[in-house]
């Protein structure tokens, strides 16, 4: 059993090596390597103790590195739920980074960058802002930002 913890630590150290882990991933992969339930209760409760995984950290890193991309907070929202992250824990993270962003400019930044790209090609206007909601929206932002902004954008180019 103790080769099983030790080699089960070293497989974990691997994988936060690479990035950091939520709970739920961790434990899958745990699964997906058939370690003992019991040995892998035991690793989780270890790293846990050394603040190797913390799902609020989890999710303020990954919320940052998606912000970056740049993704909506409805998009990441998703992602952190398929990664086991509590609800009250995204809500929190969230929260905590929508008083730091500014989603509106994210969103004008992107779909003034696209129209502009769009307009190079013979597509009418009303295609391109269809084109623009549609890829914001797969982005994760919130409608009412999209299409206040798309509205905007067309009014000053058309």
């Known amino acids: 059993m103790h080769l099983n913890f030790v080699a089960g630590c070293n497989y974990v150290w691997r ?10 991933e961790t434990r899958d992969k745990l699964k997906s390597k058939e370690f003992p339930p019991d040995v892998e209760e035991q690793i989780i409760q270890h790293f846990k103790e050394i603040g190797q995984i913390n799902d609020s950290e989890f999710a303020s890193s990954w919320l940052r590195s998606r ?9 990441i929202s998703i992602e952190l739920k ?7 824990i995204i809500e929190q993270s969230i929260a905590q980074a929508a008083c730091q962003v500014d989603e509106e400019g994210i969103v004008r930044k992107l779909a003034q960058k696209r129209w502009e790209l769009y307009q190079k090609r013979p597509i009418e206007p009303a295609k391109i802002k269809n084109k623009l909601y549609a890829y914001l929206m797969r982005r994760g932002f919130k409608q009412e930002i999209i299409v206040d902004v798309l509205n905007s954008i067309a009014r000053i180019s058309l």
């Open 15 to 24: 994988l936060i090596k690479i990035r950091m882990r939520s709970e739920r």
């Open 82 to 88: 398929q990664k086991g992250i509590a609800k009250d």
């Open 67 to 75: 912000l970056a991309k740049p993704l909506g907070f409805r998009a």
